[in-house]
Each structure stands twice: as structure tokens, then as C-alpha cells.
């Protein structure tokens, strides 16, 4: 079994910044993507960024230049980093770990509030 889980979000001003960060642990000791993904209310839950096991990256287009997702390799955790940020940030983020093609853990999420 696998355990997901999130911290870092919270509430920031308008071009503030916050730095998530989401460690996996359990039945795992590599992954082939760790990602983050964010449902605003009444929206689909959509991707934000994605880190494969080879460190390629790739970004929605919503965030490329403001967020920066990274890992550690010494331990199964990733990170965003997000600058800049607009109210249409604010979601609840959550993070992905799929360590093979057929299976994969969903963290329980953090609130991300941007204020105008």
C-alpha cells in the first residue's frame, strides 16, 4: 500500500508564493510520474504539472514560467513551486503517484486560496 500525502498550501496575497510538497510512502522505492493536479469549486480536476521517474517535466499552460516542479532522489517526494500567484490559482492541489502503469495513489489534497 501506498501513502500520499500533501502540505504546504495556504493563503497568500496576489503575487505571493507558496512551495507544496508531497511525499509518498509505503510499497514504493521509485515512480514512473509524480504529479499535481487542482479542482476548483465546480471545476474538473485538471493537471498543473507532471515530473516522470527520468526527471522530464511538463506544465499546463496556465502556469509555465510561474510554477516549477522538482523532486528529491533521495527519498519519493516532489515539490511546486509556485510564484506569481493569481486568484485563478486558488484550488485545492492534489498530488498523483502512479508507480506503474496500472497502479496509482491519490494524496486527500490542500486548499490553495489566492486573494485579489
Known amino acids: 500500500q501506498v501513502h500520499v500525502v500533501e502540505s504546504g498550501g495556504g493563503l497568500v496575497q496576489a503575487g505571493g508564493s507558496l512551495r507544496l510538497s508531497c511525499s509518498a510512502s509505503g510499497s514504493i522505492f521509485s515512480f514512473l510520474t509524480m504529479g499535481w493536479y487542482r479542482q476548483a469549486p465546480g471545476k474538473q480536476r485538471e493537471l498543473v504539472a507532471v515530473i516522470t521517474g527520468g526527471g522530464s517535466t511538463d506544465y499546463a499552460d496556465s502556469v509555465k514560467g510561474r510554477f516549477t516542479i522538482s523532486r528529491d532522489n533521495a527519498e519519493i517526494t516532489v515539490y511546486l513551486q509556485m510564484n506569481s500567484l493569481k486568484p485563478e490559482d486558488t484550488a485545492v492541489y492534489y498530488c498523483?503517484?502512479?508507480?506503474?502503469?496500472?497502479?496509482?495513489?491519490w494524496g486527500p489534497g490542500t486548499q490553495v486560496t489566492v486573494s485579489s
Open positions: 498523483n503517484v502512479r508507480w506503474t502503469y496500472q497502479f496509482e495513489s
